[in-house]
């Protein structure tokens, strides 16, 4: 998987990038910074989640996690990564929302 995650510069604005897996999601015009930034603290809540469970299901020698990292943990940290660079857009979109 390879994503490109890529915020347009404030003359394009109305099509923010969010991210670019397969499709492209955009930030909605109407989207205030502070619900962009209230959606980075979802979004940092939930990769926090997604990392402990990482970390206690690689501590449990007996566990599914550990029998099944090889599938498991790379599909978990690949979320863990998009989600990281919907934070980065999420931000830059957020500090040039407050700039306009």
Not at 90 to 100: G, M, P, R, Y
Request: net charge negative; glycine share 4%.
């Amino acid at each position: 998987m390879n994503a490109k995650a890529t915020l347009e510069v404030a003359t394009q604005a109305p099509d923010r990038k969010l991210l670019a897996i397969n499709g492209r999601y955009t930030i909605a015009p109407e989207t205030t910074s502070a619900d962009m930034l209230n959606d980075v603290h979802c979004l940092l809540e939930s990769a926090d989640a997604v990392v402990d469970a990482v970390i206690e299901g690689m501590e449990d020698e007996g566990g599914q996690m550990i029998a099944n990292a090889h599938q498991m943990v790379p599909r978990m940290l690949y979320g863990v990564r998009y989600q990281l660079e919907m934070v980065r857009n999420l931000v830059a979109a957020a500090h040039v929302a407050t700039d306009e």
